[in-house]
């Protein structure tokens, strides 16, 4: 068996820690930065950890692709995988915590007016003008996505005091106690108009495309704000550019996009009142996370040898 | 009895409250927005709520001043009081919760540089580059002054999972459970070489002049962080600069100055990683601040009339 791991942000404790497992279970094993520096002999491996696109998709003797990241669109399209019944795993879990903080940050620099004191003060100037500040106390929170993000956003919030966390997910049930109700998706356009701040954290599927279009950004009560950080193809942009310009909504922070890097000459640069962040929200660059992704990918490489189920495995089909 | 309340930002709704309870002991009462436009008859009134300066500096008729900030060095200083007798009460306890807010919000924006990222986007780039973030979670913070704001922070900064919330203060008790530990101002030095992230809401007092000189900024580990939201007199405003520029600290947040609004060609505007606000942690335009600050007026002032202890009163000599 031959494992190939092509993450350049790793360190050589989790290099130990994956050849310590691998050893175990007579396992050959290669590191790479990339799939442009893959090592003599490495180039069909049966375990891929890390982004092995162009393995997937020629490669008919992978067996398992780990990816470090949480969402798998850019993986789950058809002709992905050479080998149809290749297992695909994702890093979903290590995240939450790191999304979690962007998601308070930004909600905060919005409601408390830190986007225009800050970049008043980045010019050199003293804003003196006192603007009306929202805060997270007694803001209903609805949590479009309750998965390891919406969860440890949904456990931090809860230390603001919101009046209410409502968490929204297909399946309507969470074991996570911060949220105070917990909804199935059809229940989203009741929740809306109730709604001061909504965090959206959707994987990219056909059911999650544009599931915030223009009527129900219009739904949310003036002054709401909307919070991104799962993917872009979730929110009908040019209908919340209309209703950020047009006075409706009091913020946006987006740090997904429909297209990535977001364009030169995108109307959603010039839009008033929206924080726009460039995908940063999760990713290796937190001690955490990568300490975390490179933990859950041994897990399931003890899982795999040891012919248990994979922990985190993805239904291809679904995405997710 | 005349009681002159002076606060614009206050609603109908805080006016009638107060009136109902004026109203109940009989005084007079009038409103205005400043000191300038006082009422005929309100000239030397018995009770103020409000920044009235002049009126205290002048009047030896005025009984009680209830300034509705927490700071009162500004009302401290000899020859502030005509009356020397004249009761002093502050409204400590109402910012709590917004600043705590404001610190949560600032040390992430530093830790997950969002300050470069929001930069890079103001100007239309999409910042490509992947800088090494940081995370409250398993961070050791350390929290200089536990009063209101500290409280209302540790409470919050808990539910990141910390490594630790390190309280210190001149009694070095608290009631606060969110800190692991309440230390005493002289067991400072020896905490600031184990904090990531400093704290800081203390008064202005000759106490906390330069408490943070800069041996302590110089104590702090390469990497650590600094939040001010107390008064700007309790930094070594060079030093810290020096800590920034030379890349000791991580970064720095300061709401706080020495001189505010802070000087046109002062070298903090031009500092590296130094976030700065104008003075907008706690201010009166949260709703929720506005009404906890009137609530508290109106509970000393029914403690006024039936001869009890007033519940915010300062030591003018303390200064807090």
């Known amino acids: 068996m031959k494992i190939l791991v092509l993450n350049p942000a790793i360190t050589q404790e989790h290099k130990d820690r994956i050849a310590a497992s691998a050893a175990k279970h007579n396992a050959e094993l290669a590191f790479a930065a990339s799939e442009a520096e893959i090592p003599e002999g490495f180039e069909e491996p049966d375990i891929v950890y890390g982004f092995g696109v162009d393995i997937a998709r020629k490669s008919k003797k992978l067996k398992w692709l780990c990816v470090p990241s949480a969402g798998v669109d850019f993986i789950c399209k058809p002709g992905s995988f050479a080998n149809e019944d290749c297992i695909l795993t994702n890093s979903s879990g290590a995240y939450g915590v790191s999304i979690a903080e962007h998601i308070i940050a930004v909600s905060l620099m919005m409601m408390r007016c830190l986007t225009v004191y800050y970049s008043q003060t980045l010019s050199g100037k003293w804003g003196a003008e006192r603007f009306h500040q929202k805060s ?3 803001s209903r929170i609805t949590v479009l996505g309750t998965g390891d993000i919406g969860t440890e956003f949904a456990k931090r919030a809860k230390a603001f005091e919101p009046a209410q966390i409502i968490g929204v997910c297909r399946s309507g049930v969470s074991r996570e106690s911060s949220f105070d109700k917990v909804l ?8 809306l108009p109730r709604t001061d701040l909504l965090v959206m954290s959707l994987p990219a599927t056909s059911e999650t495309e ?7 950004i219009e739904a949310l009560p003036d002054g709401a704000y909307i919070v991104n950080v799962g993917r872009g193809s979730a929110i009908d942009e040019e209908a919340l550019a209309d209703n950020l310009d047009n006075g409706h909504l009091g913020g946006a922070a987006l740090d997904v996009f429909k297209s990535e890097p977001l364009p030169e000459g995108c109307r959603l640069w010039k839009t008033d009142r929206l924080l726009i962040t460039p995908h940063v929200a999760g990713n290796l660059t937190l001690d955490h996370t990568l300490d975390k992704n490179v933990e859950m990918f041994i897990e399931d490489l003890d899982n795999y040898f040891e012919g248990r189920d994979l922990k985190y495995m993805v239904d291809r089909k679904k995405g997710y």
Chains 1, 2 share one sequence.
Request: glycine fraction near 0%.
């Open 184 to 191: 199935k998706v059809d229940a989203l356009d009741s929740i």
């Open 136 to 138: 997270l106390k007694d």
């Open 210 to 216: 544009d599931i915030l279009n223009r009527k129900r």
